[in-house]
């Protein structure tokens, strides 16, 4: 039972490294943009999820999938400057939906644990 907790939770550690990814490529990106200009794909390297999206993939599921796809759709089509712009105009929300995210996952990761854990407690006494 504990193990179903454990996967529930899952869902919620996924979408706070997804987020938190979002923010540090976010950074990065602009820093690219100002100085290096590199390929976005070489900035992408690196994270786990950034080059799943930019390859269309769906890294999350739902509002926080189209949150995901919505971001990385101007990414690319204009030139730095409002590449720049864009950016520093994201990372406010990419900053909210990333404490957010922790915070549903701190909360309720451990809160699934548990409460799986006691049923299976529950489901052994009235066995026995």
Do not use: H, W
């Amino acid at each position: 039972m504990t193990t179903l907790g454990v996967f529930l939770s899952a869902n919620k550690k996924k979408k706070a490294q997804v987020f938190s990814e979002l923010c540090e490529f976010n950074e990065q990106l602009i820093m690219n943009l100002k100085f290096n200009k590199s390929p976005l794909y070489e900035v992408a390297q690196g994270f786990k999820y950034v080059p799943m999206a930019l390859n269309g993939e769906k890294v999350l599921d739902g509002k926080d999938g189209e949150v995901v796809s919505d971001y990385f759709v101007n990414l690319g089509k204009s030139d730095a400057m409002s590449q720049i712009d864009y950016l520093n105009g994201r990372k406010e929300m990419l900053a909210k939906y990333r404490d957010e995210s922790q915070l549903n996952y701190k909360k309720y990761s451990s809160l699934y644990v548990k409460i799986f854990f006691m049923l299976g407690v529950l489901m052994a006494v009235l066995m026995a």
